[in-house]
């Protein structure tokens, strides 16, 4: 072999060697790529909302960083910052609770990240979680004690600061503008929304003045029912507080489970304090038998008065309901001639409240229980939420005609069928009380389950059994006729 033949079989020997190594090289670098762990996310909703260190743009995917693949197109937080960015970039995520949005709480129970975002992972529901955070087996900090305002017994807010419409104190527009509820001026950025700071209604604030329905005084001259009120401070009607009764119960937090209302027109309307305020006026109501009859006569008195308000049983998970005030359709003036509660000039008595009243004449009696003028002003039902309820507990704790227990006697154990009721099929359990409430109207019916899944919610909800009889199916209504189901 000639010296010039050698030397290039010598090169390609080198060139094939070199290229072996660095296919090994590349092979072992892929390799080692693909076995290291992925970086986890590092902001946005990947992360519970998390911003970026040193005002990076977070990009779609959840990491941090300045160019066009993290600042461009869906781009999450902080996007502004990087002059090479593209114009496809989305806005800052305004934060949707906790300290960063007046204290507010997400909806559907969703967790609130440190970061002032909702999810339900880790990432929200863990370490820094603000409120709601039990849903998830974290790290969760308990949810924060409200500070100040309807919900803290009509505390002001210390140095001055705004009351937010959750209750909790701070000075950005989130707290001093729409829905604050004292001190509500101090912060020149806020909106021009903000409500007046409310007049204290009694005790040494108030002239000694008492509050109406005999809610409690708070030390800060308010009223209310829950412990904020009539615990610790309280001036003047602390004998009966949230802690008694029905308020012994439900829980203000397991109320708005019981009532989500995500999207319902007047979801505003049932409260926590106006459910409590009526139930002193019924104080058997929630407080009669064992713990087990007490939750439920709540699960049955709230499934009844959602199913009336709802315009459906509100899907699978049985959780719709007082969604309406009044009768959204009203083609009458439910006007009858009766001497004793005659009807008024002008007015309908169509059906308003939780459990749906209707007719002069019960308006007229359910006046006389609770001390309102009702004939004259049948309105105060779907605007005073108190009166609403007390209407609804009225039907509730009180008998009809034709023998008939009220409800409360029913689902309490307090009533006990005859022979003839239970040759009727009348016999203790939920399904009575929907023969009580319909006139017997739903018993006909081949099925109710909308009416009994609400039930069902409610005690799994309360954590009780549900009792026997949950349908009324087949059994005779008091006045002795079954009725064909409404249409």
């Not at 109320?255 to 319902?264: A, Y």
């Not at 009348?426 to 081949?446: H, K, M, Q, Y």
Request: with cysteine; aromatic share 8%; glycine share 14%.
């Amino acid at each position: 072999m000639s010296r010039t033949m050698a030397e290039k079989s010598s090169k390609h020997a080198f060139s094939a060697a070199n290229l072996a190594m660095k296919a090994l090289a590349l092979a072992v670098l892929t390799l080692a790529y693909s076995a290291a762990p992925a970086h986890a996310q590092q902001c946005g909703a990947q992360a519970g909302g998390a911003l970026c260190p040193n005002g990076l743009c977070c990009s779609q995917f959840g990491y941090c960083g300045v160019t066009d693949d993290y600042c461009g197109r869906g781009c999450q937080s902080q996007c502004g910052v990087s002059g090479r960015r593209s114009g496809n970039a989305a806005p800052v995520r305004a934060p949707q609770c906790g300290a960063q949005a007046g204290g507010a709480l997400c909806p559907n129970g969703l967790c609130c990240s440190q970061y002032g975002y909702c999810g339900i992972t880790s990432d929200y529901c863990g370490a820094g979680c603000q409120s709601q955070c039990g849903v998830h087996a974290g790290g969760a900090a308990p949810v924060r004690a409200p500070q100040c305002g309807a919900q803290a017994g009509g505390a002001l807010c210390p140095n001055g600061l705004c009351c937010s419409q959750f209750g909790y104190c701070g000075v950005t527009d989130d707290y001093c503008g729409r829905g604050c509820q004292s001190q509500c001026s101090v912060n020149v950025r806020r909106s021009g929304n903000a409500a007046p700071v409310r007049a204290p209604q009694c005790g040494a604030q108030a002239g000694g003045a008492l509050c109406p329905n005999d809610l409690c005084c708070s030390q800060f001259g308010y009223c209310g029912v829950t412990d904020d009120y009539c615990g610790r401070g309280c001036q003047s009607q602390c004998g009966v507080n949230a802690r008694s009764g029905a308020g012994s119960v439900v829980t203000r937090e397991l109320f708005d489970r019981m009532l989500p209302r995500h999207d319902c027109p007047d979801r505003d309307f049932y409260t926590y304090d106006a459910f409590l305020a009526a139930a002193r006026a019924f104080p058997a109501f929630g407080a009669t038998g064992d713990e087990d009859a007490r939750k439920r006569e709540v699960a049955a008195f709230m499934a009844q008065a959602a199913h009336g308000t709802s315009s459906s049983s509100g899907g699978p998970s049985y959780s719709g309901g007082f969604c309406y005030k009044e009768a959204q359709t009203v083609t009458s003036n439910y006007c009858t001639p009766n001497a004793q509660f005659p009807c008024a000039p002008n007015m309908t008595y169509h059906a308003r409240g939780p459990m749906q009243i209707s007719y002069n004449y019960n308006y007229g009696l359910a006046s006389q229980a609770i001390s309102e003028d009702l004939l004259r002003n049948p309105e105060l039902v779907s605007t005073d939420p108190v009166v609403a309820f007390k209407t609804a507990l009225w039907q509730w704790m009180t008998p009809g005609d034709w023998n008939q227990p009220s409800c409360h006697a029913v689902i309490t154990g307090l009533w006990t069928a005859t022979p003839p009721h239970r040759a009727a099929g009348r016999v203790p359990g939920f399904g009575l009380t929907t023969n009580i409430l319909t006139g017997g109207r739903r018993c006909a019916a081949e099925d109710d389950t909308g009416r009994v899944g609400l039930y069902k919610r409610y005690c799994d909800l309360l954590g009780v059994g549900y009792g026997p009889n949950l349908g009324c199916r087949g059994q005779v209504p008091f006045d002795g006729e079954i009725e064909a189901p409404a249409k």
